[in-house]
């Protein structure tokens, strides 16, 4: 399902789990890469599938602009650069 939303554009940030397999990492940073789409790897499968209320959920896909900006902005530490 994420794949199809980065496909149809509709994914403005991915956000991978360090603890993911290598396989699923490179994946994702190359569909990123493709698509144009930021990436973020950081956290770990636990801490993201509690964020959504959901068990085991290794990746994420933000559709929301905003809510995309608004990460990247406190995962950079500040303003986003770009």
Do not use: C, H, W
């Not at 603890?19 to 990123?32: E, G, H, I, V, Y």
């Not at 801490?47 to 905003?66: M, Q, T």
């Amino acid at each position: 399902m994420l794949k199809n939303g980065i496909k149809k554009n509709k994914v403005k940030l991915i956000i991978v789990a360090e603890d993911s397999s290598d396989r699923t990492k490179d994946k994702f940073n190359k569909l990123s890469e493709s698509y144009n789409i930021p990436i973020i790897i950081n956290g770990d499968i636990e801490v993201l599938s509690k964020a959504i209320g959901k068990s085991n959920k290794a990746i994420l896909g933000i559709e929301d602009i905003n809510l995309s900006n608004e990460i990247q902005k406190i995962n950079n530490g500040g303003e986003i650069i770009g």
